[in-house]
């Protein structure tokens, strides 16, 4: 076995759509072998052909009347990923490339679930040991392994599936546990691109892209990669998306850069009190002019924070600075000189909170749940903001540390 890192190391996943058909699974195959004679060791995650998974899971419940078990389905619904590890295994070793695939049966599989079927989570701890044990000499020897995406397996034996973006879920883990220079998602688009071909004339290719911005192109519905599957992105191993149109793994794409907090969590995000102005009006949304004459003076006074509008109001969260108050007469001589504002409040002395992690929008009734702790506890919440997997608190200054820490024992306990 070879202890030195001399040659380049990635984790290449190929989507079903790069699988569709025999033309494309065959492309596909001489994209990795190619990329294999430059010295290159390479790990292969495979999702199922095409449609399968769609047809096995329509197949399966049309004629079972709604009463398989999840085990049950999951079973089933593993067979697309578990036929093309071995159509894709054997087409390698029968084009001259040394490989050999792993299936959830056998015994050094190695992405190990907990029990919850149909959106099992992968025991890190057990996937990283059992991928050093089993796939990395395979790798070392210059065996090429392939390995069935989206699928895992319960201490106990049971087949479990990943739920949405299983096969990234797949390829990320067994990136970080081999040490991989680099993960390829192959697609069937060009990249990660500035809005959705379906919907958009002429989107554009992002060249690059931090994950922490993805997730919330992921949260809005955009489905380049899902939220879940970006939790378990390595912090120092770059993705690189890619088309399957091209015959190369040599393309541009678009690279996904950093890394997302695992776990929910709560910080204090801006070290400095902050204040709330509020205006009022009436059909102030429509008045575009007014509402950006009062954000450009916030910006050019002090540092914006964050903000909210409905039909008749407008809520400006602003750090305080020593000029605040040269802001507030400002925005107010806005407020009296347009018809369509009344007048304007405002709130100092608050502290700026913000609840973030990956699963925050999977996370059913957490909202519920922190501002529950806070008012058993008699603290006021002055402004509440949620957006890409996060959420914004605004309480008292004074009662800071406080209400840090009831939030953060709220989420420890979910």
């Known amino acids: 076995m070879e202890n030195n890192k001399s040659y380049r190391k990635i984790v290449v996943k190929f989507g079903g759509s790069s699988l569709a058909d025999h033309e494309r699974l065959l492309k596909a195959v001489n994209v990795v072998i190619n990329e294999a004679k430059k010295g290159t060791r390479i790990v292969v995650v495979v999702s199922a052909m095409g449609k399968t998974t769609d047809t096995l899971l329509a197949t399966a419940k049309n004629t079972s009347n709604g009463k398989l078990q999840k085990h049950e389905l999951d079973d089933i619904l593993s067979m697309g990923e578990r036929t093309s590890v071995r159509i894709f295994a054997a087409a390698l070793r029968n084009n001259g490339a040394p490989s050999r695939y792993f299936d959830p049966l056998d015994d050094d599989w190695p992405i190990i679930t907990d029990a919850a079927f149909q959106n099992a989570n992968p025991l890190l701890s057990e996937c990283k040991a059992r991928i050093r044990k089993h796939v990395q000499p395979i790798v070392e020897k210059g065996t090429i392994p392939v390995i069935a995406g989206f699928v895992g397996r319960t201490k106990t034996g049971k087949i479990t599936t990943l739920g949405r973006g299983g096969s990234d879920t797949t390829a990320f883990i067994l990136a970080e546990a081999l040490d991989a220079d680099e993960i390829i998602l192959v697609t069937d688009a060009d990249g990660i691109m500035s809005g959705d071909p379906k919907l958009i004339a002429n989107p554009q290719k992002l060249p690059e892209i931090d994950v922490a911005t993805l997730v919330g192109l992921a949260d809005s519905g955009a ?152 008012r058993l506890n008699e603290l006021n919440i002055s402004g509440i903001l949620t957006i890409t997997s996060s959420i914004l608190l605004f309480v008292d200054w004074d009662e800071r540390e406080k209400a840090l820490n009831l939030i953060h024992n709220s989420l420890r306990r979910h």
């Open 223 to 374: 489905k380049f990669i899902h939220t879940k599957a970006l939790k378990y992105k390595p912090k120092n191993i770059n993705v690189r998306v890619i088309s399957n149109k091209q015959a190369s793994l040599d393309q541009d794409g678009t690279v996904i850069t950093g890394a997302l907090a695992t776990e929910l969590d709560v910080e204090i995000a801006h070290p400095m009190p902050v204040a709330e102005i509020t205006v009022v009006g009436r059909r102030l949304s429509e008045s575009p002019q007014t509402i950006l004459k009062m954000v450009e003076a916030a910006k050019a006074h002090s540092l914006l924070l964050g903000m909210s509008m409905n039909q008749n109001s407008i809520i400006l969260y602003v750090s305080q600075q020593q000029n605040t108050d040269k802001l507030l007469n400002q925005i107010h001589q806005t407020t009296v000189e347009k018809p369509e504002t009344i007048a304007m409040a405002v709130k100092k002395d608050l502290a700026f909170l913000k609840i973030s992690g990956v699963g925050l929008e999977e996370t059913h009734g957490i909202i519920g749940k922190i501002t529950e702790e806070l």
